[in-house]
């Protein structure tokens, strides 16, 4: 029961970063957004390890597993999370979430390819209906623009006033490299923690925001239009880029609380709930800047279904919803190379 608070707690926190983070970037940018979220979110995660006693254990960590959570510090919290939030502003959340959800398959398919993990019949049909859902959010006609529909333009004048209309094209290949970058990071973990004899979580959390905000100085040294978008922040954007990176670490840590007590496949299903509890925090919060109609809200539910299906152990799936025993047998028949 305590598991199960802690995921539906991480899945909150999380949407609530995502519908902070749209209001953020409806007067600033991507850029500015990682500039700040990832080293205030390096922080936060510090002050956890200090909180928990696991900042000594950093020292525990092998200079491999270094490496590995280096490198998924970098490809999720920077190039990730910068495409996830350039795909926020182009089209919304509403329409940017199911196919940014798309990071499950993108594990999955990685997993059976590269670590030979099981795929069933079961998955497959959920990978189906991800894909089904998160594109068909997309079937629908561009809203007409009206005159109560405007927002903040990307700008530091955050006077100017604009009307929202979503760029789709643009806004969804953001969403599908948020996806790739988002779907290879916990191969990287999972590299990592192989190599590790004590997992400690929190501890190789600190070290891939360490890595992440490194790599952030990087390019704020090397690109003088990076800093100057940096120092055209404005106020209202900063505020809310400052809420959405102390939500993230709170959603990250309701993640490593709720495993530290209950097994992943009560998890991981109700970690997909972040989609609903998006829909409806764009409704309350963001009403203005989103796209919601019927398409959005049945794709994002056939996308939470085929994420659970895909996601879930097959076995234990099966077993919990009672299918017939000739549906389940073909439904447990798997489609890797291990048979």
């Not at 599908?176 to 929190?202: C, D, H, M, Q, W």
């Not at 209950?262 to 709930?273: E, F, K, T, Y």
Request: proline share 5%; net charge positive; glycine share 8%.
């Amino acid at each position: 029961m305590l598991g199960a608070i802690y995921a539906t707690l991480a899945a909150l926190t999380f949407a609530m970063n995502n519908a902070a983070m749209r209001r953020g970037v409806l007067t600033g940018t991507a850029g500015q957004a990682i500039a700040l979220t990832v080293p205030l979110g390096g922080l936060c995660f510090l002050a956890m390890a200090i909180v928990t006693g696991q900042i000594s254990e950093m020292r525990s960590f092998p200079l491999a597993a270094a490496s590995w959570l280096g490198a998924q510090g970098v490809l999720q919290f920077l190039i990730g999370r910068y495409f996830n939030y350039e795909a926020n502003r182009l089209v919304g959340v509403n329409i940017s979430a199911p196919i940014i959800q798309l990071q499950v398959v993108v594990t999955m398919l990685l997993a059976v390819v590269l670590l030979r993990e099981e795929f069933t019949v079961l998955q497959a049909f959920g990978t189906v209906l991800m894909l089904g859902g998160s594109f068909g959010t997309q079937l629908h006609k561009p809203p007409k623009p009206k005159a109560d529909r405007q927002v903040e333009p990307a700008t530091s004048e955050p006077n100017a006033k604009l009307q929202f209309r979503p760029r789709y094209l643009p806004g969804v290949l953001c969403g599908l490299g948020a996806a790739a970058a988002y779907g290879v990071a916990p191969l990287l973990v999972r590299a990592a923690f192989e190599s590790t004899p004590v997992k400690n979580v929190i501890a190789g959390g600190v070290i891939a925001y360490a890595a992440a905000t490194a790599a952030l100085l990087v390019l704020v040294c090397l690109l003088p239009q990076f800093r100057q978008s940096i120092r055209a922040v404005n106020r209202n954007s900063a505020t809310w880029y400052a809420v959405a990176a102390a939500l993230v670490a709170a959603s990250h840590g309701f993640v490593y609380a709720a495993l530290a007590v209950a097994p992943l496949m009560v998890v991981v299903p109700i970690l997909q709930l972040s989609l609903i509890f998006r829909i409806i925090l764009s409704q309350l919060l963001n009403r203005d800047y989103e796209v919601m109609n019927a398409a959005v809200i049945i794709g994002s539910i056939v996308a939470v279904i085929g994420s659970i299906g895909v996601s879930m152990n097959t076995d234990y799936l099966l077993d919990t919803l009672k299918i017939s025993p000739s549906v389940a047998d073909a439904l447990r028949i798997r489609l890797d190379t291990g048979n």
